[in-house]
């Protein structure tokens, strides 16, 4: 029912000359679990997979870093727009590092990790020390 925050732009004609440098740098992620598996998808369109994106992980923090750049000409007038972006995503526990897979199709960055199932710990007695 609300309009997308981007959209509140357009309605303000003062703010609209804003919405571009707004989305230069914008990257929208979701995810969600499926059964054993984390899901992560990101909206890249425009870049070049193999030039422009770079996914690491350390530590448990999974991290995509992606350049974009776009020309656009039109009756003899062109147009520049370019930006790099860094998002950082905390893997839940159970991540297996070893086990991340990523794709990308349509402008859409898919990435599985498989999860293993939490150790269940037992409860241990701590002795305390007199003295």
Excluded: C, W
């Excluded at 770079?54 to 974009?68: P, Y």
């Excluded at 939490?118 to 409860?123: I, L, T, V, W």
């Amino acid at each position: 029912m609300l309009p997308d925050f981007r959209d509140l732009f357009d309605m303000l004609p003062s703010l609209s000359s804003l919405r571009p440098a707004m989305d230069i740098h914008s990257i929208r992620i979701e995810d969600k679990l499926e059964g054993d598996t984390y899901i992560i998808r990101a909206e890249l369109p425009g870049i070049n997979v193999d030039e422009d994106l770079d996914i690491s992980v350390q530590n448990n923090l999974l991290t995509i870093e992606a350049q974009r750049s776009e020309e656009q000409t039109e009756n003899g007038r062109s147009e520049f727009r370019y930006g790099s972006f860094v998002r950082t995503v905390a893997l839940p526990e159970g991540a297996q590092e070893d086990s991340i897979d990523a794709s990308y199709e349509d402008g859409i960055l898919t990435i599985r990790v498989k999860l293993s199932k939490p150790e269940e710990k037992k409860a241990r007695q701590i002795p305390v020390r007199h003295g």
